[in-house]
């Protein structure tokens, strides 16, 4: 029998998607949600970081992450700062990590039509043809395992 498949983090499944908006605590700091810890993360300017983390939306935050000044470690660091930054999210709360683990064996695909085919899989058709490194889905499926040890 095939396993089950979460192939798009919204609707029931919205609390699979970094835009969740549930604080979390990361580096000492709180963060409105996992896309703002994720995107602050990404610079060590101190006002581009005020800027990531007091932005309204996970969108604005993305935006602003866009625009900042990479640190220099970026590549090599940010598939662990998104692993740590989405363990933060389930080990801190409790409901969303019995959500995580009620997927059981099912494959998580960050499923989306923006064109990530590094953190999920874009379905456009402009995609169609790309398989996505599906890298957050990964990365849920791991802190899942660890999660259920």
Do not use: Y
């Amino acid at each position: 029998m095939p396993l089950k498949e979460i192939n798009i983090f919204d609707g029931e499944n919205a609390f699979l998607s970094n835009f969740l908006e549930r604080i979390i605590t990361f580096d000492n700091k709180k963060f409105r949600t996992n896309e703002h810890a994720f995107q602050w993360k990404k610079t060590l300017n101190s006002h581009e970081q005020s800027l990531i983390q007091n932005a309204k939306t996970p969108g604005q935050s993305k935006r602003e992450g866009r625009n900042c000044t990479l640190r220099k470690d970026w590549e090599q660091i940010k598939k662990q700062v998104m692993f740590d930054i989405v363990m933060a999210k389930f080990s801190q709360h409790q409901d969303l990590k019995a959500k995580l683990l009620a997927t059981g064996d099912a494959i998580l695909i960050e499923g989306n039509v923006w064109h990530d085919n590094t953190w999920g899989n874009c379905t456009c058709n402009r995609c169609i043809n790309i398989k996505g490194q599906n890298l957050l889905g990964l990365i849920l499926m791991q802190v899942r395992d660890l999660l259920n040890k």
